[in-house]
Protein backbone atom coordinates (compact mmCIF):
# COMPACT_ATOMS: atom_id res chain seq x y z
CA UNK A 1 0.00 0.00 0.00
CA UNK A 2 1.34 3.62 -1.13
CA UNK A 3 1.70 5.99 1.83
CA UNK A 4 -0.84 8.95 0.21
CA UNK A 5 0.77 11.13 2.15
CA UNK A 6 4.91 10.19 1.26
CA UNK A 7 5.15 12.07 -1.91
CA UNK A 8 2.31 14.98 -1.82
CA UNK A 9 3.53 17.61 0.84
CA UNK A 10 0.23 19.92 1.54
CA UNK A 11 0.82 22.73 -0.51
CA UNK A 12 1.25 25.78 1.24
CA UNK A 13 -2.24 26.05 2.83
CA UNK A 14 -1.76 28.60 5.39
CA UNK A 15 -4.28 30.92 3.77
CA UNK A 16 -7.14 29.28 2.97
CA UNK A 17 -9.95 27.40 5.17
CA UNK A 18 -8.76 23.96 6.40
CA UNK A 19 -11.23 21.46 4.84
CA UNK A 20 -12.39 17.92 6.14
CA UNK A 21 -13.15 14.89 4.66
CA UNK A 22 -15.27 12.35 6.36
CA UNK A 23 -15.32 8.69 6.11
CA UNK A 24 -17.51 6.57 7.89
CA UNK A 25 -17.34 3.10 8.04
CA UNK A 26 -19.59 0.07 8.12
CA UNK A 27 -21.58 -2.92 5.76
CA UNK A 28 -24.61 -1.73 7.90
CA UNK A 29 -24.00 1.87 6.68
CA UNK A 30 -24.72 0.55 3.17
CA UNK A 31 -27.14 -1.96 3.29
CA UNK A 32 -29.39 1.10 4.92
CA UNK A 33 -29.71 -0.91 8.63
CA UNK A 34 -27.46 2.11 10.13
CA UNK A 35 -28.63 5.64 9.25
CA UNK A 36 -25.15 7.77 8.69
CA UNK A 37 -25.60 10.07 11.82
CA UNK A 38 -22.58 10.23 12.61
CA UNK A 39 -21.83 12.25 9.33
CA UNK A 40 -24.50 14.70 10.06
CA UNK A 41 -23.39 14.96 13.50
CA UNK A 42 -19.62 15.69 12.54
CA UNK A 43 -20.61 18.07 9.46
CA UNK A 44 -22.76 20.73 12.02
CA UNK A 45 -20.15 20.43 14.92
CA UNK A 46 -17.46 21.12 12.47
CA UNK A 47 -19.43 24.16 10.35
CA UNK A 48 -19.74 25.42 14.30
CA UNK A 49 -16.20 25.70 14.31
CA UNK A 50 -15.83 27.15 11.22
CA UNK A 51 -14.08 23.85 9.44
CA UNK A 52 -16.78 23.21 6.54
CA UNK A 53 -16.87 19.50 5.57
CA UNK A 54 -15.66 18.93 1.53
CA UNK A 55 -16.91 15.48 1.33
CA UNK A 56 -17.86 12.29 2.41
CA UNK A 57 -17.18 8.63 1.98
CA UNK A 58 -18.93 5.48 3.28
CA UNK A 59 -17.60 2.32 3.07
CA UNK A 60 -17.70 -1.72 3.96
CA UNK A 61 -15.66 -3.23 6.51
CA UNK A 62 -12.73 -3.75 4.71
CA UNK A 63 -9.18 -3.23 4.61
CA UNK A 64 -9.21 -2.34 0.97
CA UNK A 65 -12.23 0.10 0.56
CA UNK A 66 -11.03 1.72 4.15
CA UNK A 67 -7.69 2.68 2.61
CA UNK A 68 -8.99 3.33 -0.69
CA UNK A 69 -11.55 5.87 1.02
CA UNK A 70 -8.93 7.56 3.27
CA UNK A 71 -6.09 8.05 0.83
CA UNK A 72 -8.89 9.47 -1.90
CA UNK A 73 -9.86 12.12 1.37
CA UNK A 74 -6.34 12.61 1.72
CA UNK A 75 -6.09 14.51 -1.83
CA UNK A 76 -8.51 16.82 -0.71
CA UNK A 77 -8.30 17.12 3.46
CA UNK A 78 -6.33 18.72 5.96
CA UNK A 79 -8.66 16.23 8.31
CA UNK A 80 -9.47 13.13 7.86
CA UNK A 81 -12.53 12.00 10.01
CA UNK A 82 -13.23 8.22 10.38
CA UNK A 83 -15.73 6.88 12.46
CA UNK A 84 -16.82 2.85 12.68
CA UNK A 85 -14.46 -0.15 12.88
CA UNK A 86 -12.64 0.12 15.47
CA UNK A 87 -14.38 -2.33 17.98
CA UNK A 88 -12.73 -5.72 19.57
CA UNK A 89 -14.36 -8.12 16.78
CA UNK A 90 -13.12 -9.33 13.49
CA UNK A 91 -15.31 -6.90 11.12
CA UNK A 92 -13.65 -4.14 13.04
CA UNK A 93 -10.66 -3.29 10.45
CA UNK A 94 -10.02 0.64 10.61
CA UNK A 95 -7.30 0.38 12.96
CA UNK A 96 -5.26 -2.48 11.47
CA UNK A 97 -5.95 -1.36 7.88
CA UNK A 98 -4.92 2.61 8.54
CA UNK A 99 -2.01 1.72 10.64
CA UNK A 100 -0.85 -0.53 7.70
CA UNK A 101 -1.23 2.17 4.94
CA UNK A 102 1.13 4.23 6.47
CA UNK A 103 3.39 1.61 7.83
CA UNK A 104 2.99 2.21 11.12
CA UNK A 105 3.79 -0.75 13.69
CA UNK A 106 0.86 -1.33 16.34
CA UNK A 107 1.41 -1.30 20.20
CA UNK A 108 -0.25 -2.01 23.04
CA UNK A 109 -0.46 1.39 25.47
CA UNK A 110 -0.03 -0.12 29.03
CA UNK A 111 -1.93 3.33 30.09
CA UNK A 112 -4.70 2.32 27.79
CA UNK A 113 -4.52 -1.39 29.00
CA UNK A 114 -5.02 -0.48 32.41
CA UNK A 115 -7.88 1.69 32.13
CA UNK A 116 -9.95 -1.02 29.94
CA UNK A 117 -9.49 -3.43 32.40
CA UNK A 118 -10.24 -1.24 35.50
CA UNK A 119 -13.50 -0.26 33.37
CA UNK A 120 -14.34 -3.89 33.16
CA UNK A 121 -13.43 -4.23 36.61
CA UNK A 122 -16.10 -1.55 37.53
CA UNK A 123 -18.85 -3.47 35.43
CA UNK A 124 -18.33 -6.85 37.81
CA UNK A 125 -16.16 -8.98 35.35
CA UNK A 126 -13.35 -10.24 36.74
CA UNK A 127 -11.16 -10.52 33.66
CA UNK A 128 -11.31 -8.68 30.18
CA UNK A 129 -11.97 -10.57 27.52
CA UNK A 130 -8.95 -10.76 25.24
CA UNK A 131 -10.34 -9.46 22.39
CA UNK A 132 -10.29 -6.30 23.77
CA UNK A 133 -6.69 -5.90 23.75
CA UNK A 134 -6.96 -4.76 20.20
CA UNK A 135 -8.71 -2.02 21.45
CA UNK A 136 -5.78 -0.45 22.97
CA UNK A 137 -3.58 -0.75 20.37
CA UNK A 138 -2.14 2.10 19.31
CA UNK A 139 -0.38 3.13 15.49
CA UNK A 140 3.38 4.43 16.22
CA UNK A 141 3.17 7.84 16.36
CA UNK A 142 -0.19 8.50 17.19
CA UNK A 143 -1.99 10.91 19.70
CA UNK A 144 -4.72 9.16 22.06
CA UNK A 145 -8.00 10.68 21.71
CA UNK A 146 -9.48 10.17 25.66
CA UNK A 147 -13.12 8.17 24.80
CA UNK A 148 -15.05 8.96 28.20
CA UNK A 149 -17.86 6.65 27.16
CA UNK A 150 -16.08 3.54 25.91
CA UNK A 151 -13.33 1.65 25.34
CA UNK A 152 -12.05 2.63 22.07
CA UNK A 153 -10.24 5.34 22.53
CA UNK A 154 -9.68 7.92 19.16
CA UNK A 155 -6.20 7.72 17.08
CA UNK A 156 -5.28 10.84 15.07
CA UNK A 157 -2.43 10.05 13.29
CA UNK A 158 -0.35 13.08 10.99
CA UNK A 159 1.58 12.86 8.07
CA UNK A 160 3.04 15.92 6.39
CA UNK A 161 0.56 18.59 8.05
CA UNK A 162 -2.07 16.63 7.80
CA UNK A 163 -4.54 14.74 10.38
CA UNK A 164 -6.37 10.77 10.13
CA UNK A 165 -8.32 10.63 13.49
CA UNK A 166 -10.39 7.29 13.60
CA UNK A 167 -13.09 7.54 16.12
CA UNK A 168 -15.58 4.01 17.16
CA UNK A 169 -18.73 3.61 15.42
CA UNK A 170 -21.32 4.72 18.34
CA UNK A 171 -22.50 8.04 18.44
CA UNK A 172 -22.35 8.83 21.70
CA UNK A 173 -18.98 7.90 22.10
CA UNK A 174 -17.20 9.43 18.97
CA UNK A 175 -19.68 13.01 20.05
CA UNK A 176 -17.38 12.57 23.56
CA UNK A 177 -14.09 11.98 21.72
CA UNK A 178 -15.21 15.06 19.69
CA UNK A 179 -16.05 17.25 22.12
CA UNK A 180 -13.19 16.60 24.04
CA UNK A 181 -9.74 16.05 23.04
CA UNK A 182 -10.60 16.10 19.66
CA UNK A 183 -11.99 19.51 19.16
CA UNK A 184 -9.15 21.31 21.41
CA UNK A 185 -6.66 19.30 18.58
CA UNK A 186 -8.07 20.73 16.40
CA UNK A 187 -8.03 24.30 17.57
CA UNK A 188 -4.72 23.77 18.54
CA UNK A 189 -3.59 22.67 14.91
CA UNK A 190 -5.78 24.74 13.20
CA UNK A 191 -7.01 27.50 15.02
CA UNK A 192 -5.30 30.26 13.00
CA UNK A 193 -7.00 29.40 9.79
CA UNK A 194 -10.18 28.76 10.93
CA UNK A 195 -12.83 31.13 9.11
CA UNK A 196 -15.32 31.75 12.66
CA UNK A 197 -18.74 30.90 11.46
CA UNK A 198 -21.46 33.43 13.38
CA UNK A 199 -25.72 32.27 13.68
CA UNK A 200 -28.35 33.85 14.51
CA UNK A 201 -31.50 31.16 14.71
CA UNK A 202 -35.52 32.38 14.88
CA UNK A 203 -37.28 29.18 16.08
CA UNK A 204 -41.00 29.75 14.08
CA UNK A 205 -43.77 26.74 14.67
CA UNK A 206 -47.65 27.03 12.85
CA UNK A 207 -45.99 28.57 9.52
CA UNK A 208 -46.14 26.94 6.80
CA UNK A 209 -42.25 27.27 5.23
CA UNK A 210 -43.20 28.70 1.57
CA UNK A 211 -45.59 31.15 3.00
CA UNK A 212 -42.85 31.78 5.74
CA UNK A 213 -40.24 32.46 3.15
CA UNK A 214 -42.41 34.88 0.84
CA UNK A 215 -42.70 37.04 4.47
CA UNK A 216 -39.56 37.04 5.33
CA UNK A 217 -37.83 37.66 1.70
CA UNK A 218 -40.22 40.59 1.50
CA UNK A 219 -38.23 42.19 4.76
CA UNK A 220 -34.74 41.69 3.20
CA UNK A 221 -32.89 44.34 1.39
CA UNK A 222 -31.20 42.76 -2.28
CA UNK A 223 -27.35 42.66 -0.72
CA UNK A 224 -26.76 40.51 2.76
CA UNK A 225 -23.25 41.23 3.14
CA UNK A 226 -21.62 37.88 4.13
CA UNK A 227 -25.09 36.28 5.73
CA UNK A 228 -26.80 33.73 3.95
CA UNK A 229 -30.58 33.08 5.20
CA UNK A 230 -31.39 29.56 5.17
CA UNK A 231 -34.75 27.90 5.99
CA UNK A 232 -34.81 24.34 8.14
CA UNK A 233 -38.46 22.85 8.26
CA UNK A 234 -39.20 20.02 10.64
CA UNK A 235 -42.59 18.22 11.27
CA UNK A 236 -43.07 20.38 14.27
CA UNK A 237 -42.52 23.91 12.42
CA UNK A 238 -39.37 25.51 10.39
CA UNK A 239 -35.97 27.17 11.55
CA UNK A 240 -34.89 30.24 10.39
CA UNK A 241 -31.11 30.39 10.33
CA UNK A 242 -28.53 33.15 9.57
CA UNK A 243 -25.39 32.40 8.81
CA UNK A 244 -22.34 34.86 8.64
CA UNK A 245 -19.21 33.39 6.95
CA UNK A 246 -15.92 35.04 5.79
CA UNK A 247 -16.89 37.79 7.48
CA UNK A 248 -14.72 39.57 11.13
CA UNK A 249 -17.00 39.41 14.13
CA UNK A 250 -17.99 42.83 14.58
CA UNK A 251 -19.00 42.69 10.55
CA UNK A 252 -21.09 39.53 10.97
CA UNK A 253 -22.91 41.08 14.27
CA UNK A 254 -23.59 44.11 12.59
CA UNK A 255 -25.37 42.26 9.65
CA UNK A 256 -26.96 40.06 11.84
CA UNK A 257 -28.37 42.32 13.88
CA UNK A 258 -29.54 44.57 11.33
CA UNK A 259 -30.93 41.33 9.00
CA UNK A 260 -32.85 40.00 12.18
CA UNK A 261 -33.89 43.02 13.27
CA UNK A 262 -35.70 43.31 9.93
CA UNK A 263 -36.86 39.73 10.02
CA UNK A 264 -38.46 39.67 14.56
CA UNK A 265 -41.61 41.55 13.65
CA UNK A 266 -42.42 38.93 10.53
CA UNK A 267 -41.83 36.32 12.65
CA UNK A 268 -43.29 37.61 16.25
CA UNK A 269 -46.57 35.18 15.82
CA UNK A 270 -44.66 32.31 14.94
CA UNK A 271 -41.56 32.42 17.25
CA UNK A 272 -40.58 30.48 20.44
CA UNK A 273 -37.44 30.50 22.05
CA UNK A 274 -35.23 27.57 22.79
CA UNK A 275 -31.78 26.76 22.71
CA UNK A 276 -32.80 22.74 21.82
CA UNK A 277 -35.14 24.34 19.19
CA UNK A 278 -37.56 22.46 21.21
CA UNK A 279 -41.25 24.66 21.51
CA UNK A 280 -41.18 21.89 25.26
CA UNK A 281 -38.53 24.21 26.22
CA UNK A 282 -40.08 27.60 25.71
CA UNK A 283 -43.14 25.95 27.74
CA UNK A 284 -41.25 23.88 30.57
CA UNK A 285 -39.64 28.27 30.98
CA UNK A 286 -42.91 29.32 31.02
CA UNK A 287 -44.62 26.57 33.36
CA UNK A 288 -41.37 26.44 36.30
CA UNK A 289 -41.41 31.14 35.80
CA UNK A 290 -45.00 31.11 37.04
CA UNK A 291 -45.06 27.88 39.27
CA UNK A 292 -47.74 26.42 37.92
CA UNK A 293 -48.16 22.69 37.03
CA UNK A 294 -49.82 20.64 34.09
CA UNK A 295 -51.75 18.19 33.10
CA UNK A 296 -52.74 16.55 29.59
CA UNK A 297 -55.92 14.74 28.34
CA UNK A 298 -55.14 12.79 25.17
CA UNK A 299 -57.49 10.74 22.42
CA UNK A 300 -55.61 10.64 18.76
CA UNK A 301 -52.55 11.61 20.26
CA UNK A 302 -52.44 8.45 22.43
CA UNK A 303 -49.64 10.51 24.95
CA UNK A 304 -47.33 11.67 23.02
CA UNK A 305 -47.82 15.15 24.54
CA UNK A 306 -47.00 13.32 27.43
CA UNK A 307 -43.98 11.89 25.82
CA UNK A 308 -42.75 15.22 24.48
CA UNK A 309 -43.33 16.82 27.71
CA UNK A 310 -41.27 13.90 29.72
CA UNK A 311 -38.73 13.53 27.31
CA UNK A 312 -37.25 16.96 29.16
CA UNK A 313 -35.06 16.03 32.09
CA UNK A 314 -36.61 17.95 35.06
CA UNK A 315 -40.28 17.90 33.96
CA UNK A 316 -41.73 16.20 37.32
CA UNK A 317 -41.47 20.33 38.26
CA UNK A 318 -44.44 20.89 36.32
CA UNK A 319 -46.23 18.29 34.70
CA UNK A 320 -48.66 16.43 37.01
CA UNK A 321 -49.35 13.74 34.69
CA UNK A 322 -51.80 12.75 31.69
CA UNK A 323 -54.82 10.43 30.66
CA UNK A 324 -55.03 9.04 27.44
CA UNK A 325 -59.01 8.81 26.72
CA UNK A 326 -59.57 6.66 23.60
CA UNK A 327 -63.05 5.89 24.19
CA UNK A 328 -65.39 8.28 24.61
CA UNK A 329 -66.86 6.56 27.81
CA UNK A 330 -63.12 6.72 29.01
CA UNK A 331 -63.37 10.44 28.34
CA UNK A 332 -66.71 10.59 30.86
CA UNK A 333 -65.03 8.19 32.73
CA UNK A 334 -61.58 9.34 33.55
CA UNK A 335 -62.07 13.28 32.79
CA UNK A 336 -65.68 13.71 33.66
CA UNK A 337 -66.78 15.38 29.68
CA UNK A 338 -70.19 15.03 29.79
CA UNK A 339 -71.43 11.78 27.94
CA UNK A 340 -74.62 14.28 26.32
CA UNK A 341 -72.10 16.75 25.11
CA UNK A 342 -70.23 13.85 22.99
CA UNK A 343 -73.67 12.67 21.70
CA UNK A 344 -74.64 16.27 20.71
CA UNK A 345 -71.17 17.47 19.27
CA UNK A 346 -69.18 14.25 18.38
CA UNK A 347 -65.82 13.42 20.07
CA UNK A 348 -63.75 15.52 17.74
CA UNK A 349 -65.15 18.90 18.56
CA UNK A 350 -64.35 22.09 20.59
CA UNK A 351 -66.77 21.58 23.90
CA UNK A 352 -64.90 18.29 24.23
CA UNK A 353 -61.77 19.31 23.80
CA UNK A 354 -62.41 22.25 26.57
CA UNK A 355 -64.11 20.05 28.75
CA UNK A 356 -60.69 17.39 28.61
CA UNK A 357 -58.26 20.10 29.19
CA UNK A 358 -60.35 21.62 32.12
CA UNK A 359 -61.03 18.09 33.52
CA UNK A 360 -57.65 16.84 33.27
CA UNK A 361 -56.23 19.58 35.44
CA UNK A 362 -59.33 19.02 37.73
CA UNK A 363 -58.93 15.65 37.99
CA UNK A 364 -54.83 15.93 38.60
CA UNK A 365 -54.91 19.08 40.62
CA UNK A 366 -53.14 21.15 38.20
CA UNK A 367 -52.90 24.41 37.35
CA UNK A 368 -53.20 24.34 33.54
CA UNK A 369 -54.41 21.57 31.12
CA UNK A 370 -54.25 20.54 27.53
CA UNK A 371 -57.18 18.30 25.63
CA UNK A 372 -56.43 16.74 22.51
CA UNK A 373 -59.08 14.97 20.07
CA UNK A 374 -59.15 14.27 16.58
CA UNK A 375 -59.04 12.08 13.62
CA UNK A 376 -55.47 10.87 12.80
CA UNK A 377 -56.81 8.21 9.81
CA UNK A 378 -56.13 6.70 7.65
CA UNK A 379 -60.33 5.53 8.68
CA UNK A 380 -62.43 7.56 10.37
CA UNK A 381 -63.02 10.57 8.14
CA UNK A 382 -66.29 12.28 7.63
CA UNK A 383 -67.32 14.78 5.14
CA UNK A 384 -67.11 17.61 7.70
CA UNK A 385 -64.14 15.66 9.89
CA UNK A 386 -61.50 14.30 7.37
CA UNK A 387 -58.75 12.94 8.31
CA UNK A 388 -56.30 15.33 9.94
CA UNK A 389 -59.26 17.08 11.69
CA UNK A 390 -58.28 18.01 15.48
CA UNK A 391 -59.49 20.26 18.17
CA UNK A 392 -57.05 20.89 21.10
CA UNK A 393 -57.55 23.02 23.93
CA UNK A 394 -55.43 24.53 26.50
CA UNK A 395 -56.73 26.31 30.40
CA UNK A 396 -54.86 27.63 32.64
CA UNK A 397 -57.17 28.23 35.66
CA UNK A 398 -60.24 29.68 34.44
CA UNK A 399 -59.39 30.64 31.22
CA UNK A 400 -59.36 28.56 27.97
CA UNK A 401 -58.96 28.18 24.57
CA UNK A 402 -59.42 25.62 21.73
CA UNK A 403 -58.56 25.92 17.96
CA UNK A 404 -59.51 23.47 15.49
CA UNK A 405 -56.58 22.62 12.64
CA UNK A 406 -56.75 20.29 9.49
CA UNK A 407 -53.22 18.74 9.29
CA UNK A 408 -51.78 17.33 6.37
CA UNK A 409 -50.09 13.86 6.44
CA UNK A 410 -50.19 10.42 7.55
CA UNK A 411 -50.94 9.39 10.60
CA UNK A 412 -47.82 9.66 12.19
CA UNK A 413 -47.45 13.13 10.88
CA UNK A 414 -51.09 14.06 11.95
CA UNK A 415 -50.23 13.05 15.80
CA UNK A 416 -46.54 14.85 16.30
CA UNK A 417 -48.60 17.99 14.13
CA UNK A 418 -51.44 17.96 16.74
CA UNK A 419 -48.98 17.40 19.79
CA UNK A 420 -46.91 20.30 18.62
CA UNK A 421 -49.70 22.33 18.08
CA UNK A 422 -51.68 21.61 21.63
CA UNK A 423 -48.05 22.63 23.44
CA UNK A 424 -47.90 25.78 21.47
CA UNK A 425 -51.21 26.51 22.09
CA UNK A 426 -50.96 26.44 25.76
CA UNK A 427 -47.60 28.25 25.46
CA UNK A 428 -49.22 31.03 23.55
CA UNK A 429 -51.59 30.92 26.80
CA UNK A 430 -49.27 31.38 29.47
CA UNK A 431 -47.55 34.46 27.48
CA UNK A 432 -51.28 35.86 27.29
CA UNK A 433 -51.35 36.29 23.47
CA UNK A 434 -53.43 32.75 22.66
P1 LIG B 1 -17.90 -1.37 18.55
O1 LIG B 1 -16.88 -1.43 19.64
O2 LIG B 1 -19.29 -1.21 19.10
O3 LIG B 1 -17.80 -2.48 17.54
P2 LIG B 1 -16.94 0.33 16.43
O4 LIG B 1 -16.04 1.49 16.54
O5 LIG B 1 -16.37 -0.90 15.84
O6 LIG B 1 -17.58 0.05 17.83
P3 LIG B 1 -19.00 0.00 14.60
O7 LIG B 1 -18.91 -1.46 14.89
O8 LIG B 1 -18.67 0.44 13.24
O9 LIG B 1 -18.13 0.81 15.61
O10 LIG B 1 -20.42 0.55 14.99
C1 LIG B 1 -20.98 0.32 16.25
C2 LIG B 1 -22.42 0.79 16.24
O11 LIG B 1 -22.43 2.22 16.16
C3 LIG B 1 -23.21 0.34 15.01
O12 LIG B 1 -23.91 -0.82 15.24
C4 LIG B 1 -24.16 1.47 14.78
O13 LIG B 1 -25.31 1.29 15.55
C5 LIG B 1 -23.43 2.67 15.28
N1 LIG B 1 -22.81 3.39 14.16
C6 LIG B 1 -21.69 3.07 13.51
N2 LIG B 1 -21.41 3.96 12.54
C7 LIG B 1 -22.38 4.89 12.58
C8 LIG B 1 -22.66 6.06 11.83
N3 LIG B 1 -21.86 6.47 10.84
N4 LIG B 1 -23.76 6.78 12.15
C9 LIG B 1 -24.57 6.36 13.15
N5 LIG B 1 -24.36 5.27 13.90
C10 LIG B 1 -23.29 4.51 13.62
MG1 LIG C 1 -17.74 -2.78 15.61
Not at 380 to 385: F, I, L, M, S, Y
Request: net charge negative; aromatic share 4%.
Amino acid sequence: VRDPSAGAPLTASAGRAPRVVIVTVGDELLLGKTVDGNSAWLGAALAEMGLPVLKRYTVGDTDDAIQEAVTRALDDADVVLVTGGLGPTRDDRTRDAVAAMFGLPLHVDATLMQAMEARFRARGYTSMPASNVKQAEVPEGARVLANPQGTAPGLAIERGGRWVVLMPGVPREMKAIFTGDLKRLLLDELGPRLRPVFFRTFHTTGIAESDLAERIEAVLPPDLGPVSVAFLPHITGVDVRLTATDARAEEAERWLSDLAGRIAPVVEGYRFDAESGDVVEALASALAGSGRTLAVAESCTGGLVAKRLTDRAGSSAYFKGGVVAYANDAKTALLGVDAGVIAEHGAVSEPVALAMAAGVASVLGADAGIGVTGVAGPDGGTADKPVGTVWYAASVGETSVARKSLFPGDRQQIRERATQAALVLLLRLLEGRA
